[in-house]
């Protein structure tokens, strides 16, 4: 089946011919921190089929977008990360976080969460408050460390963290009804 296209000279409708196919942005933001595993990515994206998600990979990687390679070669492992132009696209995704985070309220009992879905609004928050180094997030009794430098998720058994935040503050901080330095001032977040 040909790709859909706008057909217009314009910078915006071409960008969106790559990147505004349903769940295309949402890939890159799955890739943002780094490389995963197919299964890792269809575990991460609740609703999107097989079919799907291999065809928009697939579209990515044609587009230059995506790429597929081997990592760690004592243990061959197929992964999608994202290429030097993808990564292009992280500081979009953020922008569209950031614009969309006063959209957030409460999860819903229906609402699939991951803790990594809160890092790149959370970074942009984290960055603005000055906030540098690594930062821990516990959603749903899961952790994950993320540098705000880098942009990507750290792996060490013990990197220095600069911070540490709950779900409920990263939910008051993301949907608005707190500032970094309310969440300070109340310790609801340790520096």
Request: net charge negative; aromatic share 6%.
């Amino acid at each position: 089946m040909p790709r859909r296209s706008y057909a217009q000279y314009d910078a915006v409708a071409r960008s969106l011919d790559v990147v505004g196919e349903r769940w295309s942005v949402l890939i890159v933001r799955e890739l943002a921190f780094g490389p995963r595993r197919y299964t890792d990515l269809h575990a991460d994206l609740p609703g999107i089929s097989t079919d799907v998600l291999a065809a928009r990979l697939k579209e990515l990687e044609a587009d230059g977008v995506v790429e597929r390679r081997t990592f760690a070669p004592s243990a061959p492992v197929r992964v999608y990360d994202l290429t030097d132009r993808g990564r292009e696209l992280i500081p979009v995704v953020m922008t569209l976080a950031a614009w969309g985070s006063p959209l957030l309220a409460e999860p819903q009992d229906t609402d699939a969460v991951r803790h990594h879905w809160y890092l790149l609004p959370l970074a942009t928050v984290l960055r603005d408050a000055g906030v540098e180094g690594v930062v821990e997030l516990t959603v749903e009794g899961s952790s994950c460390r993320f540098d705000l430098k880098s942009m990507r998720v750290v792996h060490d058994v013990a990197p220095d963290t600069a911070v540490t935040i709950a779900q409920k503050v990263a939910d008051e901080l993301l949907s608005g009804r707190l500032t970094w330095p309310e969440a300070q001032a109340e310790a609801l977040a340790r520096d």
